[in-house]
């Protein structure tokens, strides 16, 4: 059974088009969060959704619009897609408490605008 | 200033040596401290994870944290082919919502 699971794994796209990006976990996590991982393996944080509210919203342009329509999934959709949003993008989600604070990382989305 | 640095390497070392990785971090507040391995092609995996100072042990990994002087470590014992991927450190505040990371390093076991 895969916990966090993103579609698609690969996306390669045209300057200028809007895509989005599907996540799924089946832990039943409360939290979940995008991430974004550049070509220098640099891992930053973008979203985090908690129970289907918004929690943390980084300096992410306003191309980039999370969505979650329920808390075991979380969605990413980009407009006017930019050569510079090239990376892989990874979902999460988090289970914490007792101690313990553990993410959970899905495959990843490997993006390749052109 | 990065919030946790670490060096992004490459390091290559050969099969049965003991590897050193190491993350500094500014804020005093941090109080989780993880390790995540990360294969190429693959999403991060938690590798070890400690909470506040001390050493931790599981296997051939040992993790250690020095809060007086910032200063996250992992230790890899009689390394093999199969621990060569990228190592991220990561650290999170208690009752925090974000983990922050190093950037990675690129670790080749030789055999």
């Known amino acids: 059974d895969t916990a966090v699971s993103q579609t698609p794994k690969y996306l390669v796209t045209q300057m200028g088009n809007d895509k989005s990006i599907k996540c799924e976990q089946n832990?039943?996590?409360?939290?979940m969060y995008w991430y974004k991982q550049d070509s220098k393996k640099f891992l930053k944080i973008m979203f985090s959704?908690?129970?289907?509210?918004?929690?943390i919203n980084e300096t992410v342009p306003n191309r980039f619009s999370p969505k979650s329509p329920d808390k075991a999934h979380l969605n990413l959709h980009i407009n006017s897609l930019e050569l510079g949003d090239s990376a892989v993008y990874f979902c999460a989600s988090r289970s914490a408490g007792g101690g313990s604070e553990t993410q959970y990382f899905g495959p990843g989305t490997r993006l390749l605008v052109l | 200033q990065k919030e946790v640095e670490q060096d992004p390497g490459p390091l290559s070392v050969p099969e049965g040596a003991i590897v050193s990785l190491n993350c500094t971090y500014s804020?005093?507040?941090?109080?989780?401290f993880m390790w995540y391995r990360q294969y190429s092609r693959k999403g991060p995996e938690l590798l070890m994870y400690?909470?506040?100072?001390g050493n931790k042990e599981d296997g051939r990994f040992t993790a250690q944290v020095d809060k007086s002087s910032k200063y996250i470590s992992l230790f890899i014992r009689d390394s093999q082919p199969s621990d060569s991927a990228t190592y991220l450190c990561a650290t999170i505040i208690q009752g925090a919502q974000k983990l922050v990371f190093g950037q990675g390093t690129r670790l080749t076991i030789n055999p």
């Open positions: 804020n005093s507040a941090f109080q989780y």
């Open positions: 400690t909470y506040s100072s």
């Open positions: 832990l039943g996590h409360d939290t």
């Open positions: 959704y908690n129970n289907k509210e918004l929690i």
